[in-house]
Nanobody
């Protein structure tokens, strides 16, 4: 069982930066690949980024590649999403998720591959 708590959201101007955090409970955090998803108002939840259990492999949605960076600190049971050069279209509720599936990162872009979810944190980017 893994419990996830998202934090770090807020209001930022376009071009600014934010860092989201996701703290996980449990002693087996390194066994889980972690993902970030987001849901904008009136839209379906979409994949943002994923990182393997060791942190060696990452995969990003094309819309965020080069601006958002996923990382993790297994000693702190925490995964991060560094968000740079933010755009108004990045406005959404951001969710972290944990997957116990051992597969290539690009296959972890689907919600169905994740077993545990955080409560979400709101990111609002003003123009």
């Amino acid at each position: 069982q893994v419990q996830l708590v998202d934090s770090g959201g807020g209001l930022v101007q376009a071009g600014g930066s934010l860092r989201l955090s996701c703290a996980a409970s449990g002693r087996t955090f390194r066994n889980y690949a972690m993902g970030w998803f987001r849901q904008a108002p009136g839209k379906e939840r979409e994949f943002v980024a994923t990182i393997s259990g060791t942190g060696a492999y990452t995969y990003y949605a094309d819309s965020v590649k080069g601006r958002l960076i996923v990382s993790r600190d297994n000693a702190k049971n925490t995964v991060y999403l560094q968000m740079n050069s933010l755009k108004p279209e990045d406005t959404a509720v951001y969710y972290c998720a944990a997957s116990g599936n051992n597969m290539s990162p690009h296959r972890l872009r689907f919600e169905s591959e994740y077993h545990y979810w955080g409560q979400g944190t709101q990111v609002t980017v003003s123009s």
